[in-house]
């Protein structure tokens, strides 16, 4: 079972369109970050988010994390071809360790 | 500024080879290093985790080894290569636990 289940696994969409991805969990957690990571690359932060129903911007992305701390969404306006990449959810698990521990990502393709 | 270099990029190996990946950082010191994998497309898994020179954490029982012989330098190792090591690896660094983590470009490895 996952810790982080994120939906949708794909989403192929057109230049100027939005969306929204979810990174879900039945846990509860003091921050959760987004990734992005192009093909062939590593992830590179996008965000934390640490208190209960905040909101962060970035450009056209916004960023919530639930009321609860169990969730998190990602939302971008008017998607352009360099938003294409992976989108991966991350939450530190302490394990005697602070161990981070990804989702399992939602895969975005805008097509021009 | 830190960066930090993985090399080989792309590696085709035949089962029962032996493996070396390496991962160097510059721009800091102690930091904690990581190594990852990834099965295609979907979120990382924590393999090993160093603390110091010489200080491994093994996450998940497997075919690899790692090793830290010098302060800045992580090395992934498996004596004998199985199928099931196909992946893309993954290095990361942080200055401490619980802190951002800076990954690496990765190596893709394909065990033929």
């Known amino acids: 079972t996952q810790l982080l289940e994120q939906s949708p696994q794909f989403l192929s969409i057109q230049e100027g369109e939005n969306l929204t991805v979810y990174c879900n969990s039945s846990s509860v957690f003091s921050s959760l970050q987004w990734y992005r990571q192009e093909p062939g690359e590593g992830p590179v932060l996008l965000v934390t988010?640490?208190?209960?129903?905040e909101v962060k911007k970035l450009k056209r992305l916004t960023f919530q994390f639930g009321d609860a701390r169990k969730d998190s969404s990602l939302h971008i306006t008017a998607a352009q071809p360099g938003d294409t990449g992976l989108y991966l959810c991350a939450v530190f698990m302490n394990t005697g360790f602070q161990k981070l521990v990804f989702g399992t990502g939602t895969r975005l393709l805008v097509s021009p | 500024s830190q960066t930090i270099h993985q090399w080989p990029a792309t590696l085709v190996q035949p089962v029962g080879s032996p493996l070396s990946l390496e991962c160097t950082v510059e721009?800091?010191?102690?930091?904690?290093l990581y190594w990852y994998r990834q099965a295609a497309g979907r979120g990382l898994q924590l393999l090993f985790y160093s603390v110091g020179i010489g200080q491994i954490s093994s996450e998940v029982p497997q075919n690899l080894s790692a090793s830290r012989p010098q302060d800045r330098q992580f090395i992934l190792s498996s004596k004998k290569l199985l199928l099931s090591d196909s992946g893309f690896y993954l290095c990361?660094?942080?200055?401490?636990?619980?802190?951002?983590?800076?990954f690496g470009p990765g190596t893709r490895l394909t065990v033929t």
């Open positions: 988010v640490v208190t209960g129903g």
């Open positions: 721009g800091t010191s102690n930091p904690n």
């Open positions: 990361a660094w942080s200055v401490a636990e619980g802190y951002e983590q800076y």
